[in-house]
């Protein structure tokens, strides 16, 4: 099969590319490492703009989706909360968000190729060339949706040394009922816990039958992330968000990059960055799915 794109990384900026273009009636490839349903610890929160450019119904979303109407702010022992009239965002399981994602791209027109990990990109004047484990493949136009190391990004992108990269560790757990109904009060809305020094955040988000938390910093290469990590359990499990009798998850370590100073170039011959690849994690909140969302279309 003779394909328009290709598109490398299938969470949703890569699967949103391949949507859009199959429902064009052009013929995109997309190429991930892993096999889809995988497990990616994100603290899932879409808002409804994020949800109305991919064009999913909350309502009729078939997997885990938990609406908030309310969010909490803590900063050195202070708490404010903000309350709205209807959703202003939403939790939801990335494992099942991206799989729901790249099926529909499939069932569009798209070529998905699972567990086919990129280990080359070169640009000619006639097309771009993609080495794969499994042999090379071409095609007019690649576009990078491969996350914080896409090697879209890495070949082509002319990625900048002072780019400000947020390094993150999350846990995400699955409660027993007898813990979820104990989590009850805490469960209404997400909670954002200010770092003291303002260089990052630490979270606890709800969504359904599961908690996610977690700590992201920037500089995070300093050595703090443990230590800011472990004072967060303690608060939680001091103010009862997390039972001292909860196992959960081990924490696992993702980075991104905010798009504070536009560091790494995003278009040029036969190529185009998108979602994290392109640095596009908004800089305040760190949220990456909705630009990922909106740069794919």
Known sequence: MIHDVIVVGGGPGGSTAAWRLATAGARPLVLDAAVFPRVKICAGWVTPVALADVEIDPEKYPHTIQPFTACRLAFEGARHETRWTRPASYGILRREFDHHLLERAAAAGADVRQGTRVTGIRVTEAAVRVATERGELEAS???????????????????????????????????????????????????????????????????????????????????????????????????????TQLPIAPFKGHAYVVRRQAPRTLVGPRFCLVGDAAGLARDLSGEGIGPAIRSGR
């Open 141 to 243: 136009l690649v576009i990078g949706a491969g996350g914080h190391r896409c090697p879209v990004a890495g070949a082509l992108g002319q990625i900048s040394t002072r780019e400000e990269v947020v390094v993150a560790q999350e846990s995400e757990t699955q409660l027993a009922p007898e813990h979820a109904a104990e989590l009850t009060p805490f469960t209404d809305a997400p909670e954002l816990y200010v770092e003291p020094d303002l260089r990052g955040y630490g979270w606890y988000f709800p969504k359904g039958d599961w908690v996610n938390i977690g700590i992201g910093v920037t500089g995070g290469n300093d050595g703090s992330l443990p230590r800011r990590r472990d004072a967060l359990l303690s608060a939680l499990r001091a103010s009862g968000r997390l039972p």
